[in-house]
């Protein structure tokens, strides 16, 4: 069994839920920056003693740098999800030596971080899949210019990874599954669980794939609340 993880746009059809982010954006201290964004339900910011976030009346995302430093930006809507990372006045994140780890472990790996596609490769075992969750965790790759085929076995150990990130989260049950090349979760849990759960698949996991949210809550979220 192998599954192709492609490339898809930030929250349409089937946005990202796994490193590397959606997309690299730059603000500066102090300076409003104003995104369009449609379709957005909620956002969450990984550290706010960086970056600001607030829903303007017209539906614009204002980004504002607190202080510098990097911060990642959990964008939620009709169901999908998308992660951005948030660079306040502080420089690009490359780790040379990450690359070459893993293509020791991942022998099939192309690199070609300038072009369209930045990076195509099987992911045969749990050995390449971490390799790769630590590679993606710098500023040289975003989510939607690469191509990743899992095999099986690393299939498994990702969902077993998952299922073991999701438990450090939630005691309430919670059921995952693979369908095709998309991801299901179901279950029942708070606004504030859901977060974590969104936060804790996005950090314990590689490739790009559709979500299927099935997640049931018991109360309406507001965009932009903060982070608890």
Wanted: aromatic content about 6%.
């Amino acid at each position: 069994m192998r599954v192709v993880f492609g490339a898809l746009c930030v929250l349409c059809a089937a946005p990202s839920w796994a490193w590397p982010v959606d997309q690299v954006r730059d603000v500066d201290v102090g300076t409003p920056a104003l995104i369009p964004l449609g379709g957005l339900d909620w956002f969450e910011v990984e550290d706010a003693s960086v970056l600001t976030a607030q829903r303007m009346p017209a539906g614009e995302l204002m980004l504002m740098g607190a202080k510098p430093g990097r911060s990642l930006l959990l964008l939620y809507g009709d169901g999908k999800m998308a992660v951005w990372q948030v660079r306040v006045a502080s420089k690009p994140l490359a780790d040379g030596a990450l690359l070459e780890a893993a293509k020791k472990v991942c022998p099939k790996l192309k690199a070609t971080p300038d072009e369209e596609t930045q990076l195509v490769t099987p992911i045969a075992d749990e050995k390449c899949r971490a390799a790769l969750l630590s590679l993606f965790k710098t500023d040289s790759y975003v989510a939607g210019k690469m191509e990743l085929v899992f095999e099986l076995a690393a299939l498994q150990s990702q969902l077993k990874a998952l299922n073991e990130a999701f438990a450090g989260v939630t005691k309430a049950p919670l059921r995952t599954r693979y369908l095709g090349a998309g991801l299901e979760l179901s279950g029942q849990l708070s606004v504030s669980e859901h977060k974590k759960v969104l936060w804790a698949l996005f950090r314990a996991s590689v490739g790009r794939v559709a979500l299927n949210d099935q997640i049931e809550l018991p109360e309406a979220v507001d965009a932009g609340e903060a982070a608890r």
